[in-house]
């Protein structure tokens, strides 16, 4: 069973830049498709970004798309979210997510393994 643990997460100013790592344990992360959600206070979890397994075409929410850049090293069983640009809206707990299914997933549904999260607090 694989076991996520996301970090990364901290309390940065509107326009600065933070980089998540989801790493992985207990299985190899290669054939995994990977997603990143976020859940802001007193909102519905909401999806940013999914990766195949071989990373090829990852699909962004609108919201992130251009700021946000998703990349993942097999090797190392981990995935990273790169988030540049933030604004005080991306404040939100974030969770990565793992799923055996092949596709830019973006159903909560569609995935087996979670995280417990890392927050993200951007001031204005």
């Known amino acids: 069973q694989v076991q996520l643990v996301e970090s990364g997460g901290g309390l940065v100013q509107a326009g600065e830049s933070l980089r998540l790592s989801c790493a992985a344990s207990g299985g190899s992360f290669s054939r995994y498709t990977v997603g990143w959600f976020r859940q802001a206070p007193g909102k519905e979890r909401e999806f940013v970004v999914a990766?195949?397994?071989?990373?090829?075409?990852?699909y962004y929410a609108d919201s992130v798309k251009g700021r946000f850049t998703i990349s993942r090293d097999n090797a190392e069983n981990t995935v990273y979210l790169q988030m540049s640009s933030l604004k005080p809206e991306d404040t939100a707990v974030y969770s990565c997510?793992?799923?055996?299914?092949?596709?830019?997933?973006?159903?909560?549904?569609?995935?087996?393994?979670w995280g417990q999260g890392t927050q993200v607090t951007v001031s204005s």
């Open positions: 997510a793992a799923s055996l299914l092949y596709g830019t997933l973006r159903r909560d549904e569609e995935y087996t393994y």
């Open positions: 990766s195949t397994w071989n990373g090829d075409s990852p």
